[in-house]
């Protein structure tokens, strides 16, 4: 079993600060991709960022310059510093994964999500 865990998400004003967390656990051989998307209430899913196991990093044009995102591969963890948030940036959050089990059967998988609400 894997599972990814995600947290502190919560309550921001417009210009503050938030940092997301995503723990990876269970049978994992090995990560590649990990990452963060969103999703807004009647909006699809979108990425917001991705980085993979050698670092490069990717991110969706709206929060380049205000997010980044870090990993620990030794502790299958990757990390989400938002910074300058706006209120379009409320959404629920999930972190993602792409990895490679015991059995050696490679799949994504999603976090529970977590809420971030950027309001005055």
């Known amino acids: 079993q894997v599972q990814l865990v995600g947290s502190g998400g919560g309550l921001v004003q417009p210009g503050g600060s938030l940092r997301l967390s995503c723990a990876a656990s269970g049978s994992i051989l090995s990560a590649y991709a990990m990452g963060w998307y969103r999703q807004a209430p009647g909006k699809q899913r979108e990425l917001v960022a991705t980085?993979?196991?050698?670092?490069?990093?990717n991110y969706a044009d709206a929060v380049k310059g205000r997010f980044t995102i870090s990993r620990d591969n030794a502790k299958k963890m990757v990390n989400l510093q938002m910074n300058s948030l706006k209120p379009e940036d409320t959404a629920v959050y999930y972190c993602n994964a792409d990895i490679i089990d015991f059995r050696h059967a490679r799949r994504d998988y999603w976090g529970q999500g977590t809420q971030v609400t950027v309001s005055s």
């Open positions: 980085i993979t196991s050698g670092g490069n990093t």
